[in-house]
């Protein structure tokens, strides 16, 4: 799959120069043109405004259903063919832009307009730190609220609790910033946000802020964590939510393999 990367991103800077900028967004998508074009309006309503946006669809075609704007910030991409690895899209993506620091952004989901305004200013105030990561405010399919998602860092936790989501999360582009590559089937863990966040976090500071700043949908074809922070969630969820919720994945508390290259 490195070779795969490699090639297509050669093939793509050949057609346009990098695009540079303070923070370089990158946005995967394959085939969910509405869910797109609300993820990038989201991130072109930011009140932060020093960044470039490179939306990298993953061989599925049809970007211009998303109907997204002319805006020079922004720049579209399509692979060859279907990788069908996400961690593989967002390095592609990484990799066709220059920034000091790097956001994502999947196409379900979209940002408060103060999202990059509070992550950048944090770590510009924080030199010795390398990422941070904001709470997520979950909603599910129908448009209601589930819960906000909001886990102080502790890399022990972190080691068997997927609480960390690379949409809420902006850090200082480093080498260490690369996903696997390895194709991960939904179920197996760890997942792409989980494996490359708790590796970059062995040798990099990172800090939580609990301002939700992420309208996260909870997909049932997704993987996800529920996070019960009161011990109470079941019995105050209702009726209706439970429903919903029924068929979509629990792993709180679930062992993950550990990460490749760990020893800790």
Known sequence: MRGFEDREVRRLRSEAPLLSARVAVVIPTYKRPEGLSAAVA????????????????????????????????????????????????RNVGMRLTESRYVAFLDDDNTWEPDHLALTVKTLMDSPRLSGVYTALHRVLPDGSDLDVL????????????????????????????????????????????????????????????PTPTVRYLVNPSSFYTQWDKDKKNDETQSENKDAQLNGIQHHQGTPAPQPAGEGE
Not at 176 to 197: C, H, K, Q, Y
């Open 150 to 209: 909001s886990v102080p860092f502790d890399r022990k936790r972190a080691s068997w609790d997927s609480f960390l989501d690379c949409n809420a999360f902006v850090a200082v582009r480093s080498r260490a910033l690369t996903f696997s590559r390895m194709p991960r089937p939904i179920g197996l863990l760890p997942r792409e946000d989980w494996e490359m966040m708790y590796r970059f976090t062995r040798r990099h500071r990172i800090t939580h802020l």
């Open 42 to 89: 989201s991130v072109l309503a930011q009140t932060w405004s020093d960044f470039v946006v490179v939306v990298v669809d993953d061989g599925g075609g049809g970007l211009e259903a998303a109907r997204l704007p002319a805006d020079p910030r922004l720049r579209t991409v399509s692979l060859s063919e279907n990788s069908h690895v996400l961690g593989l899209v």
